[in-house]
């Protein structure tokens, strides 16, 4: 599935970020569909310790249920397991644009997604061939130890910077959302504001509602 720029923007209003960590009996997929069912725009998986094969079964089994809710899905990191699933993009960090094309190894009409936390890494990003921007830490953030927080400022500046959508990262939560008013953000990326909840899906209603009035009023 091919998305268009629009598409994207509109997408980044709700973007949920998966953590297994807290799913105790229950599977991840179980979960994001619970997730996806409640308004979640747009779907990452993300495993920093799951080896290959492991990987790609359950991104392969997300990639359906994302496809079933016409919710763009991206792979965390790894291009390989991305490309294998049949994701509809991959997310990347800015040592990963080192020295490294990734709009070509990924190909035209897949989704690129750069995390940048400053005006010079955001252009950066854009000038690779990102379709989006994950900006932050807006909060400071439990998820990456050494993630500064962004002011409202800077998130502000990189907003007006860029061209292409921005989704702000970091600490984000039901309690603080709102507070990200006027700064520009297509919308907001969580991990632990759902996925550490004991009813996920109540979750990202709630989160739901919250991102659609900083967007759109």
Known sequence: MKFTKDEIRSAMLLYAVTDRAWLGARTLPEVAEEVLQNGATFLQVREKGLEH?????????????????HVPFV????????LECGADGVHVGQSDIQGRDIRALIGPDKILGISANTIETALAAQAA???YIGVGAVFGTSTKKDAKSLTMEGLRAICDAVDIPV???????AENLLQLKGSGVDGVAVVS?????????????RLRALAEELVHG
């Open 53 to 69: 094969a492991a990987f790609l079964a359950e991104a392969e089994e997300l990639k359906v249920l994302s496809a079933r809710y």
């Open 167 to 173: 989704v702000a990262i970091g600490g984000i939560s």
């Open 193 to 205: 504001a759902i996925f550490a909840q004991s009813d996920p899906g109540a979750a990202a209603k």
């Open 75 to 82: 792979v965390n990191d790894s291009v390989e397991v991305a």
């Open 129 to 131: 061939g990102a379709d």
